[in-house]
Protein backbone atom coordinates (compact mmCIF):
# COMPACT_ATOMS: atom_id res chain seq x y z
CA UNK A 1 0.00 0.00 0.00
CA UNK A 2 3.04 2.73 0.78
CA UNK A 3 5.40 2.96 -2.25
CA UNK A 4 9.09 3.25 -0.84
CA UNK A 5 10.42 5.97 1.22
CA UNK A 6 13.37 6.09 -0.81
CA UNK A 7 13.28 9.78 -1.87
CA UNK A 8 14.21 12.41 0.48
CA UNK A 9 16.83 10.82 2.50
CA UNK A 10 20.66 11.32 3.38
CA UNK A 11 23.59 12.65 4.86
CA UNK A 12 23.55 16.12 6.39
CA UNK A 13 24.91 18.50 8.49
CA UNK A 14 23.19 19.50 12.20
CA UNK A 15 21.29 21.98 11.53
CA UNK A 16 20.24 21.23 7.95
CA UNK A 17 16.89 20.30 5.96
CA UNK A 18 15.23 17.52 4.77
CA UNK A 19 11.83 16.34 3.45
CA UNK A 20 11.32 12.40 2.90
CA UNK A 21 8.26 11.40 1.07
CA UNK A 22 6.03 8.06 0.79
CA UNK A 23 3.51 7.73 -2.19
CA UNK A 24 0.29 6.10 -1.19
CA UNK A 25 -0.91 3.29 -4.04
CA UNK A 26 -4.28 1.38 -4.08
CA UNK A 27 -6.27 4.14 -1.58
CA UNK A 28 -6.85 7.41 -0.95
CA UNK A 29 -4.98 9.20 2.10
CA UNK A 30 -8.28 10.50 2.97
CA UNK A 31 -9.25 6.92 4.84
CA UNK A 32 -6.06 6.36 6.71
CA UNK A 33 -3.83 7.73 9.04
CA UNK A 34 -0.22 7.98 8.17
CA UNK A 35 2.44 7.88 9.98
CA UNK A 36 6.26 8.17 9.85
CA UNK A 37 8.64 6.37 12.72
CA UNK A 38 12.52 6.09 12.97
CA UNK A 39 14.62 3.27 14.12
CA UNK A 40 18.36 4.37 14.94
CA UNK A 41 20.53 1.20 15.48
CA UNK A 42 19.85 -0.23 18.94
CA UNK A 43 16.85 1.62 19.74
CA UNK A 44 13.27 0.67 19.88
CA UNK A 45 11.41 2.08 16.43
CA UNK A 46 9.64 5.62 17.57
CA UNK A 47 6.52 7.08 16.22
CA UNK A 48 7.64 10.66 15.12
CA UNK A 49 4.56 12.18 13.38
CA UNK A 50 1.33 11.33 12.45
CA UNK A 51 -1.67 13.30 10.21
CA UNK A 52 -5.13 12.28 9.76
CA UNK A 53 -5.64 13.83 6.30
CA UNK A 54 -9.79 13.59 6.41
CA UNK A 55 -9.55 15.46 9.84
CA UNK A 56 -7.05 17.43 9.60
CA UNK A 57 -5.06 16.64 12.49
CA UNK A 58 -1.25 15.94 13.09
CA UNK A 59 0.20 14.42 15.94
CA UNK A 60 4.16 15.00 16.77
CA UNK A 61 6.55 13.57 19.04
CA UNK A 62 7.97 15.58 21.60
CA UNK A 63 11.24 14.83 20.37
CA UNK A 64 10.61 16.53 16.98
CA UNK A 65 7.81 19.06 17.98
CA UNK A 66 8.59 22.29 16.60
CA UNK A 67 11.40 20.57 13.46
CA UNK A 68 9.24 18.61 12.25
CA UNK A 69 6.48 18.87 9.68
CA UNK A 70 3.67 16.12 8.27
CA UNK A 71 1.87 17.28 5.06
CA UNK A 72 0.04 15.61 2.29
CA UNK A 73 -0.22 16.55 -1.40
CA UNK A 74 -3.41 15.26 -1.79
CA UNK A 75 -3.62 15.17 -5.81
CA UNK A 76 -0.32 13.26 -5.93
CA UNK A 77 -1.62 10.73 -2.63
CA UNK A 78 1.59 11.52 -1.17
CA UNK A 79 3.05 12.01 2.73
CA UNK A 80 5.88 14.45 3.60
CA UNK A 81 8.06 14.98 6.47
CA UNK A 82 9.59 18.14 6.03
CA UNK A 83 12.53 17.97 8.73
CA UNK A 84 14.09 21.25 9.98
CA UNK A 85 17.11 22.08 12.06
CA UNK A 86 17.93 18.48 12.29
CA UNK A 87 20.04 17.06 15.33
CA UNK A 88 22.64 13.96 15.26
CA UNK A 89 20.45 12.29 17.76
CA UNK A 90 17.63 12.32 14.42
CA UNK A 91 20.09 9.67 12.76
CA UNK A 92 17.79 6.49 11.97
CA UNK A 93 16.08 4.70 9.13
CA UNK A 94 12.68 6.81 8.33
CA UNK A 95 9.40 4.38 6.89
CA UNK A 96 6.18 5.65 6.60
CA UNK A 97 3.53 3.33 7.90
CA UNK A 98 -0.68 3.26 6.82
CA UNK A 99 -3.31 2.75 9.45
CA UNK A 100 -7.13 2.50 8.45
CA UNK A 101 -9.24 4.88 10.35
CA UNK A 102 -11.37 2.30 11.82
CA UNK A 103 -8.59 1.43 13.46
CA UNK A 104 -8.26 4.96 14.49
CA UNK A 105 -4.75 6.46 16.49
CA UNK A 106 -4.20 3.73 18.36
CA UNK A 107 -2.45 1.51 15.70
CA UNK A 108 0.11 4.85 15.15
CA UNK A 109 0.94 4.58 19.14
CA UNK A 110 1.65 0.90 19.35
CA UNK A 111 3.37 0.68 16.31
CA UNK A 112 0.71 -1.59 14.65
CA UNK A 113 -0.13 -0.37 11.33
CA UNK A 114 -1.65 -1.70 8.32
CA UNK A 115 1.22 -1.29 5.89
CA UNK A 116 4.64 -0.20 5.78
CA UNK A 117 7.05 1.94 3.15
CA UNK A 118 10.75 0.94 3.00
CA UNK A 119 12.55 3.11 4.73
CA UNK A 120 14.88 5.77 4.10
CA UNK A 121 18.20 6.28 6.19
CA UNK A 122 18.60 10.25 7.17
CA UNK A 123 22.33 10.25 8.91
CA UNK A 124 23.15 13.58 10.62
CA UNK A 125 26.94 14.51 11.21
CA UNK A 126 29.45 17.08 11.17
Known amino acids: LMSSCGVGGGLVQPGSSLRPSCAAS????????IGWFRQAPGKEREGVACISVSAEVTYYADSVKGRFTISSDNAKNTVFLQMNSLKPEDTAVYYCAAASLDRGWVSFFLGDMDSWGKGTQVTVSS
Open 26 to 33: GFTLDDYV
